[in-house]
């Protein structure tokens, strides 16, 4: 999680996703964290949506459409928006982490002017008869987040959080399982690519993305068919 500032009510912020292929909307409503309503609204994003104006108004239309409570949201970071990878470094205390993990990015070759980071502890692993943790390091662009909040703002919403997809999806599953318990697999197929993530106990474990997605499918599916992958994207959604 890289940020978010709401305070709990009856009805908590409206969560953003703006995907590559659909724009998401959701508020859940319930007073003490018992949720028994949810707003939501989804649609294919359409291709002037590239345009932050048009963005903004169809987000705001939208909002109005499904009848969302407030204008306090949680924007979603995807595949498009981040930079995720592993990396292992030795035991230390607590405290000591954060540093260790710098000096792994500095080693990757990411900007920190560039990139927004975060990271996970995802647990001790052995290496070469040694004792070691493995984190996940999670890097938004700064200029993909600045973007985000232009276009929100712009709709009128104010942005009090921003959280990588995986993330949300692991407390979402927990929940829906209402035990913080277990290990879990969430496979997050996007449109050109696809995220696995495995979590233990309510804490996450793995992030791994694949370059290939809805689009993949569809290609091959053209091939395999002789036809175009306008035909072919048809058939694919027939087939849903």
């Not at 169809?58 to 995720?84: E, P, W």
């Not at 405290?95 to 500095?106: G, K, N, T």
């Amino acid at each position: 999680m890289f940020w978010r500032r709401w305070q709990s009510g009856d009805y908590g912020p409206i969560g953003i996703d703006l995907g590559r292929a659909q724009v998401k909307l959701i508020q859940l409503e319930g007073p003490g964290g018992r949720v028994f309503r949810s707003r939501c609204e989804a649609i294919p994003r359409p291709d002037y949506a590239e345009d932050q104006a048009c963005l903004a108004d169809l987000l705001g239309r939208m909002a109005r459409k499904g009848g969302f409570k407030g204008n306090k949201v949680v924007c979603g970071l995807g595949a498009g928006d981040l930079r995720i990878t592993s990396v292992r470094v030795p035991d230390c205390p607590p405290d000591q982490v954060p540093e260790r993990v710098f000096r792994e990015v500095a080693g990757l070759g990411l900007d920190l002017g560039q990139y927004q980071l975060g990271f996970i502890q995802a647990g001790q692993v052995h290496q070469h008869g040694q004792s070691r943790q493995e984190v996940i390091i999670l890097a938004a662009s700064k200029e993909a987040i600045d973007a985000k909040v232009r276009t929100l703002d712009r709709a009128g919403l104010e942005v009090v959080g921003l959280e990588p997809s995986p993330l949300a999806m692991v407390r979402a599953a927990y929940r829906l399982a209402g035990c913080d318990g277990g290990p879990i697999a969430i496979v997050d197929v996007g449109l050109a690519s696809t995220t696995i993530v495995l979590a233990h106990a309510g804490h996450v474990r793995l992030i791994k993305s694949i370059p290939a997605g809805i689009q993949t499918f569809i290609a091959r599916i053209g091939q395999r068919l002789g036809i175009d992958l306008q035909e072919a994207g048809r058939l694919y959604e027939r087939w849903q």
